[in-house]
């Protein structure tokens, strides 16, 4: 077979990647490793920034976001039970939009199969082969047969595990890396949100995140040390520790309920440099890992696919390849950002093992200077809502 953009990686990432380059005439054909069910099987993140909603509007893909998706001003902070909300729209005039990940990727199935996009799920031994000439190809089975895919371009966009990254040579790339020591122990239940809006909640018993998908579908987390596994934790024990590290007045209003899924998401930071080698260009958890404090994981991937995107179209509609050049730079300039902020909403919300009494107060400070400073405020504001692309 033969395409333009060959994209390894049937998520969110390189769905969208391949939605916004047949709409722009290009062509491509997706392999994913995993069922289509599978895929959608996944439960992750729910904020969509603004740069995100209006790609995804873009691409065609957002008709059900707009009806189903339920727009966010704005979030809360609690401290040891003192708590206060950032108005996103005040401070910086935008914002975010609750909207499951899982969703998104519906969506994005339908809207490819709309447009009859070529996409093999459950492709096996993909291997990357000549990345580093101008003939690069894909080898992979499918089925009960092995195929080769010559293109022009190959998009990594399969995550931390993929195979994508693994095929640029390690004395080539250079990765950055911090392991925090605790993990988010996370369970999604039918049951009304216990606030219309996040809560970030920091206390001295850890850190707790009030979340949802939907009037009726709760999200919620508790930090847990690494050693923690998903078996020590009852549906009760949960709730109660849960309701525990609430301001008050919120815990007493809390609605509980069976879990209809719990797990364990380790925290990490993670970036490797550079996003491109040859032919080669990484997208998503491909290149970069955030803690999902801040909720960027989904939009950082969406970023990646805006600046690719435009670099690949330049290149078929001009022959110009500046864009492609540049795409490393440019994606890996907003990563950082983005990292910074990730880091900084985890620092300063979590219990470190590690921490002293110096430490608290400097946590304690960061969350005073939000509540008093005008300032402060627009800056996180700017970055939860999303940079500029």
């Known amino acids: 077979m033969r395409t333009q953009v060959a994209i390894i990686g049937g998520g969110p990432s390189g769905l969208l990647l391949s939605q916004l380059l047949n709409r722009a005439g290009i062509?491509?054909?997706?392999?994913?490793?995993?069922?289509?069910?599978?895929?959608?099987?996944?439960?992750?993140?729910?904020?969509?920034?603004?740069?995100?909603?209006?790609?995804?509007?873009?691409?065609?893909?957002?008709?059900?976001?707009d009806?189903?998706?339920?727009?966010?001003?704005?979030?809360?902070?609690?401290?040891?039970?003192?708590?206060f909300r950032i108005d996103f729209a005040a401070a910086c005039g935008r914002k975010v939009m609750v909207y499951g990940q899982t969703e998104v990727t519906q969506d994005l199935y339908d809207a490819q199969d709309a447009i009859g996009a070529t996409i093999f799920n459950e492709a096996?031994?993909?291997?990357?082969?000549?990345?580093?000439?101008?003939t690069p190809h894909v080898?992979?089975?499918?089925?009960?047969k092995d195929h080769r895919l010559d293109c022009d371009v190959i998009a990594g966009c399969d995550g931390f595990h993929g195979v994508s990254r693994q095929s640029i040579p390690a004395a080539l790339r250079q990765e950055f890396e911090r392991i925090y020591p605790f993990g988010w122990l996370g369970i999604l239940s039918r049951t009304?949100?216990?606030?219309?809006?996040?809560?970030?909640?920091?206390?001295?018993?850890?850190?707790?995140?009030?979340?949802?998908?939907?009037?009726m579908l709760s999200r919620y987390y508790v930090q847990v040390p690494l050693t923690d596994r998903v078996e020590d934790w009852s549906d009760e024990a949960f709730w109660d520790e849960f309701r525990a590290r609430l301001p008050a007045e919120v815990a007493a209003r809390l609605v509980t309920g069976p879990s209809i899924e719990k797990s364990i998401a380790?925290?990490?930071?993670?970036?490797?440099?550079?996003?491109?080698?040859?032919?080669?260009?990484?997208?998503?958890?491909?290149?970069?890992?955030?803690?999902?404090?801040?909720?960027?994981?989904?939009?950082?991937?969406?970023?990646?696919v805006h600046y690719l995107c435009e670099a690949l179209?330049?290149?078929?509609?001009?022959?110009?390849?500046?864009?492609?050049?540049?795409?490393?730079?440019?994606?890996?300039?907003?990563?950082?950002?983005?990292?910074?902020?990730?880091?900084?909403?985890?620092?300063?919300?979590?219990?470190f093992p590690e921490h002293g009494g110096f430490d608290r107060r400097m946590q304690q400070t960061e969350l005073a200077l939000l509540q008093r400073s005008e300032a402060a405020r627009r800056l996180m504001a700017e970055n939860y809502t999303g940079l500029p692309f």
């Open 124 to 134: 096996s031994d993909v291997a990357l082969h000549d990345v580093d000439s101008d």
């Open 313 to 351: 179209i330049q290149r078929y509609r001009t022959g110009s390849e500046a864009g492609l050049d540049g795409y490393s730079a440019r994606a890996l300039a907003r990563v950082w950002q983005a990292m910074r902020f990730s880091w900084s909403m985890t620092t300063m919300m979590h219990s």
């Open 192 to 215: 009304p949100p216990v606030s219309d809006e996040l809560i970030y909640a920091r206390s001295d018993r850890g850190f707790a995140l009030a979340s949802l998908r939907n009037p």
């Open 27 to 65: 062509a491509t054909v997706v392999l994913e490793r995993r069922s289509r069910d599978y895929v959608l099987s996944r439960i992750r993140a729910g904020i969509l920034e603004t740069g995100t909603v209006d790609l995804l509007r873009e691409a065609g893909a957002g008709a059900r976001m």
């Open 266 to 304: 380790p925290l990490r930071s993670f970036v490797s440099e550079p996003m491109r080698w040859g032919r080669l260009f990484l997208c998503g958890d491909a290149a970069h890992i955030v803690p999902p404090t801040g909720a960027k994981g989904l939009n950082l991937a969406v970023s990646d």
């Open 139 to 144: 080898t992979f089975r499918h089925g009960s």
């Open 67 to 83: 009806v189903e998706g339920i727009p966010h001003d704005g979030c809360l902070l609690a401290d040891n039970g003192e708590m």
